[in-house]
C-alpha cells in the first residue's frame, strides 16, 4: 500500500473503533556502506529502512505500536496493540495537535543521488593508497570506508498537522598505522558532505597518516597541574560525553550535574552553547521535533549562565514551562525521548596557533579515550586516557602518550581561558556536536 | 511472504553480474515489550518487524542488502543495486526451487498475540510483589517482560525453499537490595522458545523471590578472599564461562581466519577427559533452539569436544568455503537486517558421574559459585573476567558463608584442562548473546562442577 492511502485507512478505522486523537511517525532512509582493505572491497551493503508508529491517545493515556509493512494486516494490528498498550500505560504524555509555524529549510540535495558506485569505490581506494603512500611507517589502514545516507520523516495527527523532512549526507573515514620500531599509533580522520565533490580523500588519507606519524616516539611526562587545550575535536568528544546532562529528563530524574542550577553561572564568560536546529554544517537539521513541536535555535548557556534545559512536552509539563523542541526518537520502535539536535559552543576569535603560544609549558590533548566508563554525568567528574602534544615555550615539542586527565565537567567549564574560532562538528549520531579548541587554565594530569 | 515466482527472478538478478549463491531472507516478526519499574508500567511498544534481506556471494566476498519494502519493483531494484558490485557476468543459472518443511519439535500451545497484555502485566505484577516482599532491604525491581513469533522464509540459488516459526518468551526480574548506602543485585531471567504456557510450568514468583534472596544475602555479605583456589561453579548460568571463553573460539568466523586458539586442532585434547561440549539447537522448546537455522540448514546436535578431544567446529555457510568444511546448521542473525554468520544455540557442558554434594565434599577450601554474572572476554587472548553474583566460602567439604565482589580470572584453553569433576545435574540459563549477526537469544548450560585451581579476584585479605 502507498503511505498516503495507509495513514488515511489507519485514522479511519481508527476512529470507527472510537480512537479518535492518533499520530503517525515515519521514518524511512536507504544507506549504503562500502569498506576497501587491501586494494580490495572488503565490505559493500545497501540498506532502506522504513517504519511506522502510531501513537494515540485512549481515555488520556498514550499507547503505541509501530509497523515496518504497510498492508491492512498491519492497520488491524497497529490498532489492536495500540489500545492495549494504552490500557496499560501509567505515564502521562500527549499528542501535540501542532505549532503556528515551522522553519522552511530544505537542505535536501538530488547530487549524491547521481554518484556512481564506481566512483564511490575509486574513492575510498585513492584513500587507503594515499594514506599507505605517505611515508614507509604507515604500515596499514585499519578502516577505510564510504557511507551515504538519506532520511525522512513524517508527522501527521488527527488534529491535521502533516510535515515531513528530507535530508542526505556522505561520509569518509579512515584510520592510519603508523609504526616505528615496537610502537603503533593510529589515528582517524572523517569528512561529510552533501557534495561528493567536496570530500577530499587524499587530503583526509594524509590528515591521519600525519597525525598517527607525528605521535611515534610519544612518551608520558610528569604527573602534574598543566594548562591544556582540548583541541576542537576532542573538546567536542568530551562535550558528547555530558550531552545527556542537558535533558530536562535527567534533570528531573537526578542524573544530571546541572540539576539546581538553572539561572546560575556554570561556565566562564565567554562560553556560550548553543543548540541550532538550523546550523548550516549542521547534520541534525530540522523543522519540527519528534512530536511535532516547531524546533528553534536556543542559547542553553549564555555567557556562562545556564539558561534552559531541554525539554520535550512531558518534561515542560512537569516544570509548567515551554517545550524547547527537543524531543527524539531513534526509529520507530522507540519511545519519545530528548535529545539535542546540532549542539555546539561559540567560537571565539583566536586560532588554534596563537593559543598554543600563549602556554608557557603544557598540552594539547588531541585524543580522549573511555568516555563511556570514565565520564559521570551526575557528578561531572571525568578521568580519562589522553593522548596530544607537549607544549613548550609557546611551540609544540613532543608527543604524548599514556597520560591520564582528571578533572570535572563544570569546574572545567568555569576553568576555561580562551575559546578558539576553529569550530569543527563531530561525526553525528543522534546529535551532532561540536567545538572549538577551548584553553583549561589548569587541569590534573596523571603520567610518570 | 514472498511468492515463489518473485524469489526466483531476485535470486537470477542478484546472479546476473557473476555472484556465485545468492540468498533471500524473508521475516514477518510480532514482538512486545513491556518494562515495570518499581511496579509501574513505564514502557508497552507492540509492532511488527517486516523485510527482506538479500546475500550475493562471489568466492568469499559477500554482498548484502536489505529493504522493508517488499513489491517486486523495489526487490528488483535493490537486487540489482547489490549486484552492481560484482562486475563480472552471469556464471551460473539458479536450481529450481524445491519447498523443504523442518519438522516443528516446538508445539506451541498459547501464541502470546493471543494473550491479553493486561494478563502480561499481571504476571509482572506477581514478580514484582513478590520480590518487593521478600525483604526490607530490596530497594528497586525492575521486570522486563518480552515475547515474540518470528516467522521466517529462506530460499537460495540452490533450491532451498523453507520456512520457519520461532515463537520466544521471556520474563527478566532485577532486584536492588540496598543496605548501608551499599547497593547488591538479583537477577532471573527465565525464557524458552514457547507460548505463553510457559508460565504455567515455571514459577515466576519464586524466581523473583530468589532473585530478591540473593541480592539480600549478597548485600549482607563479607567481602571474597583473593587469590588461587578451587572453585566450584553452580550448574546453569555457570555455563555462560564456557560460552564466552571458549564457545565464540569454536565458532567459524574466529576459527576460519585463524584468530581463534582452537584453529587447527580437530583431534586434539583441548580439555579435560571428563569434559564433553555440545551445541544443540534441536532441544524441543530450549531458548536457543529453532527448527532450520537462518540460512536455511536444519539445525541439530554438534559435539564439539568429546572426552576432552575436538571434534568439530559451528561452521556457517560463507566460513565453510574459507574451512574446507560444511556448514552444520548454525548460521545465525537477529534479523532481516544482519548478514548470518556462526553461532552458538544451547551451548552446553554434557553431565558427568558424581552428585553436586560429592563435589563439594570433596573439596577442602575453595569458592562456591552459586550463580555467575556478567563478564567479559579478551578474543584475541581469551582471557576472561566474571562476576560470581551469589557466592559462598567452602570449608571442609561444606559450604559456608555467603561473600561478595568475587570475580573468576582466567584463560579459556586453561580452564578446559582444569576442570577435574563434573556433576551430574545438567541445566540451562537463558541469556542474549551480541555479535557480528546481532544480538540473538542462546542458552548456556553445565552441571556443576570443579575448577581444581582458578584465580580470584576478591577485596579481602586472605
Known sequence: ?448 | MLNNALIGDVIDCALSTGGDFAEIFNEDRRSTTIKMMEGKIERAVSGRDYGVGIRIFNDTNVIYAYTNDDSRDNLLEITGDAARALTGKSQLSRQKLNKTAAEDIHHIKQPPENIAHKNKVELMRKAHHAARDHDSLVSQVVINYQDYDQRVLIANSEGLLTEDERVRTRTAINVVATRNGEKQTGYFAPGAHRGFEFYEDINIEEKAREAARTAVTMVRADFCPGGSMPVVINNGFGGVIFHEACGHSLEATSVAKENSVFANKIGEQIAAPQITAIDDGTIPQAWGSQNVDDEGIQTRRNVLIEEGVLKNYLVDRLNSRRMDSKPNGTGRRQSYKFSPTSRMSNTYIDNGSYTPEEIIAQTEEGLYAKYMGGGSVDPATGEFNFNVREGYLIKNGEIKKPVRGATLIGKGADILKKIDMVGNDLDFGQGMCGSMSGSIPTNVGQPTLRVSNLTVGGRKER
Open chain 1, 1 to 448: 500500500m502507498k503511505f498516503s492511502d495507509f495513514q488515511r485507512e489507519l485514522f479511519a478505522e481508527g476512529r470507527k473503533n472510537n480512537i479518535t486523537n492518533m499520530e503517525i511517525f515515519q521514518n524511512s532512509s536507504r544507506s549504503f556502506k562500502l569498506r576497501v582493505f587491501e586494494g580490495e572491497i572488503d565490505h559493500y551493503s545497501l540498506s532502506e529502512d522504513c517504519g511506522i508508529s502510531l501513537r494515540a491517545s485512549i481515555d488520556d493515556k498514550i499507547g503505541y505500536s509501530y509497523s515496518e509493512k504497510l498492508d491492512r494486516e498491519s492497520i488491524t494490528l497497529l490498532l489492536e496493540n495500540v489500545q492495549q498498550n494504552a490500557e496499560i500505560n501509567e505515564e502521562d504524555e500527549e499528542i501535540y495537535p501542532g505549532g503556528e509555524e515551522y522553519q522552511d529549510i530544505d537542505p535536501y540535495t538530488q547530487e549524491l543521488n547521481n554518484v556512481s558506485p564506481e566512483e564511490k569505490i575509486e574513492t575510498v581506494k585513492k584513500m587507503e593508497k594515499a594514506a599507505l603512500e605517505r611515508d614507509e611507517r604507515i604500515k596499514s589502514v585499519n578502516y577505510c570506508l564510504y557511507n551515504d545516507l538519506e532520511f525522512e520523516e513524517k508527522l501527521i495527527n488527527t488534529y491535521g498537522l502533516d510535515c515531513s523532512f528530507k535530508n542526505n549526507a556522505a561520509y569518509i573515514y579512515i584510520s592510519a598505522v603508523a609504526q616505528k620500531g615496537d610502537q603503533i599509533k593510529t589515528a582517524s580522520e572523517f569528512a561529510i558532505s552533501q557534495k561528493f565533490k567536496q570530500l577530499n580523500p587524499v587530503q583526509v588519507a594524509k590528515k591521519a597518516a600525519d597525525e598517527a606519524l607525528s605521535m611515534l616516539g610519544a612518551t608520558a611526562i610528569d604527573s602534574g597541574k598543566y594548562p591544556v587545550i582540548l583541541r576542537n575535536d576532542t573538546a567536542a568528544d568530551l562535550l558528547s560525553a555530558f550531552s545527556s546532562t542537558f535533558s530536562a529528563y535527567d534533570v528531573q530524574k537526578g542524573l544530571s550535574l546541572f540539576a539546581g542550577k538553572l539561572g546560575q553561572k556554570v561556565a566562564a564568560e565567554d562560553i556560550t552553547l548553543f543548540d541550532d536546529p538550523f546550523l548550516e554544517q549542521g547534520f541534525r537539521l530540522r523543522p519540527f521535533d519528534a512530536e511535532g513541536v516547531p524546533a528553534y535555535k536556543k542559547e542553553i548557556i549564555s555567557e556562562g549562565s545556564l539558561k534552559t534545559f531541554l525539554h520535550n512536552l512531558k518534561t515542560a509539563r512537569q516544570e509548567d514551562t515551554k517545550s524547547t523542541g527537543n524531543a527524539y526518537r531513534s526509529s520507530h520502535k522507540s519511545y519519545i525521548d530528548i535529545a539535542p539536535t546540532n549542539m555546539y559552543f561559540k567560537p571565539g576569535t583566536v586560532s588554534r596557533k596563537e593559543m598554543i603560544s600563549q602556554i608557557d609549558r603544557g598540552l594539547l590533548i588531541t585524543d580522549i579515550q573511555g568516555l563511556h566508563a570514565g565520564a559521570n554525568s551526575v557528578s561531572g567528574d571525568f578521568s580519562l586516557s589522553a593522548a596530544g602534544y607537549f607544549i613548550d615555550k609557546g611551540e609544540i615539542t613532543e608527543p604524548v602518550e599514556q597520560i591520564t586527565i582528571a578533572g570535572n565537567f563544570l569546574e572545567m567549564l568555569q576553568k576555561i581561558t580562551v575559546v578558539g574560532k576553529d569550530l569543527r562538528m563531530s561525526i553525528p549520531g543522534s546529535s551532532h556536536i561540536g567545538a572549538p579548541s577551548l584553553m583549561i587554565e589548569e587541569m590534573n594530569v596523571a603520567g610518570n
